[in-house]
């Protein structure tokens, strides 16, 4: 399988405590991506880090990207009820054309108790 | 701007029969990707369209196809239903260039086939 895998598959922690998050793939990349997804619902873009890209800050969010290790890490700082998801990271391969193929990990359940 | 948007967002199925579902990008969008979300296989990708021509298709058997319209809506079809294709099929949309690798994927919210 293409698939990246992600660790851990489910998390709980309370609100204010900090979620971390690992991915690991297993081609070569372009970039790499993370999506929240709501129970059931669509997916929802997070952050988008490049290949040449080591770590990229949005609001409350962290992303890490360490290409030797084909790894990446997504950090919640504060989190809060309302981050209660699914999250996936996903990368896009070096086809050297144009792509919009995503490779999905298999996904972290993140609860976060109130 | 109106997000992308899928129709139907329910139905159920049997085997043997086929199904068509339909996906409206975001406008502007030239760009339609399509995935399929299972329990137990996850996110995979299907197929995508960039100005009506597909340029990309996963691992699928031909019973799943797609097609894009020059308004750049998309559907796809799957043709003789089987169990294991009971998923939510999500759509995505972007804005792509001829030559572009992906940024960022709008998704709409899904058709969650279900086959008895």
């Known amino acids: 399988s293409q698939q990246g895998e992600e660790d851990p598959q489910a998390l709980s922690i309370q609100e204010g405590e900090n979620a971390t998050m690992n991915c690991s793939y297993k081609t070569s990349i372009n970039n790499l991506q993370w999506y929240r997804q709501n129970s059931g619902r669509g997916l929802v873009h997070l952050i988008l880090?490049?290949?040449?890209?080591r770590e990229k800050h949005s609001g409350r969010l962290r992303v890490t990207l360490d290409t030797s290790k084909k790894s990446s890490s997504l950090l919640i700082t504060a989190s809060r009820a309302a981050d209660t998801a699914s999250y996936f990271c996903a990368t896009v391969r070096n086809y050297g054309g144009a792509t919009n193929k995503l490779i999905f990990g298999t996904g972290t359940l993140l609860a976060v108790q109130p | 701007k109106a997000g992308v948007t899928q129709t139907p967002r329910y139905l159920i199925k049997t085997r043997g029969q086929q199904v068509t579902l339909s996906c409206s990008p975001i406008s502007g969008h030239r760009s339609v990707s399509w995935y399929q979300q299972t329990p137990g296989q996850g996110l995979q990708f299907l197929f995508e369209y960039f100005s009506e021509t597909q340029r990309n298709k996963g691992n699928f058997p031909g019973r799943f196809s797609g097609r894009q319209f020059s308004n750049s809506r998309s559907e796809m079809n799957v043709s003789t239903l089987e169990l294991g294709d009971s998923a939510l099929y999500l759509c995505?949309?972007?804005?792509?260039?001829?030559?572009?690798?992906?940024?960022?994927?709008?998704f709409g919210e899904g058709s969650r086939l279900t086959v008895l």
């Open positions: 995505a949309s972007s804005l792509g260039t001829s030559g572009s690798v992906t940024g960022e994927l709008f």
């Open positions: 880090i490049r290949s040449n890209e």
